[in-house]
């Protein structure tokens, strides 16, 4: 009986406590923190670990590795990543507001559109850069058209000193 | 009100011995190599597909051997690749398990008098826990292996393997 008093008390303590919704997150991040972190030690305890040099090799699907892992990567892989990034976060971004832009009509729609504006500027940036295109167009050597100014003489010169 | 006064007739409070629950742990998740050889890896894919359905005994192809516990060696083991399965089942983690699938992998099959580059036997290289006849096996032959490999663990103590 006193068991479940006690309990009881415990759960109004409780509740007063948790006063704010992001408490709850904060209690639900926290659990499951502990749940990966609980796991981890149980199984380093419980697991056998026999490390031998063949386990420890780096894994290349059972040939010898080679070289070092730390090669150099064309910069170009990394303007494409960034690219497929900012539309990958776009469409994250779009679609919650194009279920709720409705319920808060020409502003809502009109933030939409200064953004997707925006990434538009961006893309076309990227276009006309020709970061879009994998294989650069051969850069042409600025030719000289015009010829050059014709050269002053210096009888002109002399005349106004 | 002690613990141990206490009779469990509900049937969802379970008592087991600690040996019994890793058993049980291990043999319900065996997580394979996804590594196939020859012809008997297309009846290891047959298993793994909807139709046999390996999954049902906890067995999914893992694309690397960190994450396995058994290696099925499904098909014709050639001299040059017995280098590499042995590397694999190295670089398993313990415990591991090897299933040996097909006549090639088990004695050499049709190769173990003249071929040349064939070696006779996985077992000459990695410890096999179970053996599967067959050329090719049937998918309900490397459930029955399975099944048995999944007897032995059962069965296994602390003591005398725990790989």
């Known amino acids: 009986m006193t068991l479940l008093f006690s309990s009881v008390n415990f759960h109004a303590i409780f509740f007063e406590i948790m006063l704010t919704e992001f408490g709850k997150v904060f209690v639900f991040i926290l659990t499951a923190a502990l749940f990966v972190i609980i796991a981890l030690v149980v199984a380093k305890f419980i697991r056998p670990a026999r490390p031998t040099r063949e386990k420890l090799t780096t894994y290349e699907c059972g040939e010898n590795p080679e070289g070092s892992p730390w090669v150099k990567f064309n910069i170009r892989f990394y303007v494409v990543a960034l690219i497929f990034l900012i539309f990958d976060v776009e469409v994250v971004l779009l679609i919650p507001w194009a279920l709720v832009y409705k319920n808060f009509g020409f502003i809502g729609y009109l933030v939409g559109a200064i953004f997707l504006i925006l990434l538009g500027l961006g893309m076309a940036y990227e276009w006309r850069k020709g970061d879009l295109e994998w294989v650069r167009p051969k850069i042409k050597e600025p030719v000289i058209t015009k010829s050059p100014p014709p050269k002053q003489e210096k009888e002109n010169l002399t005349l106004v000193n | ?163």
């Open chain 2, 1 to 163: 009100m002690n613990l141990s006064d206490q009779h469990f007739t509900d049937d969802n409070i379970i008592i087991t011995k600690v040996e019994d629950l890793f058993n049980w742990a291990r043999l319900s998740s065996l997580w394979q190599v996804g590594f196939g050889l020859a012809c008997c890896a297309i009846e290891m894919m047959a298993t793994s597909a909807s139709h046999y359905d390996f999954d049902r005994f906890g067995v999914i192809p893992r694309p690397s051997p960190r994450q396995s516990d058994v290696i099925i060696i499904s098909g014709t083991v050639t001299l040059k690749m017995a280098i590499r399965i042995k590397r694999l089942y190295e670089q398993m983690p313990d415990p591991k398990y090897v299933i040996s699938m097909g006549s090639c992998s088990n004695c050499g099959g049709p190769y173990w008098e003249h071929g040349y580059h064939v070696l006779n036997g996985v077992d000459r290289v990695i410890p096999v826990d179970v053996f599967v006849p067959g050329c090719p096996p049937r998918p309900e032959a490397l459930l029955e292996g399975l099944l048995k490999l999944q007897e032995k663990i059962r069965n296994e103590s602390f003591g005398d393997k725990n790989v």
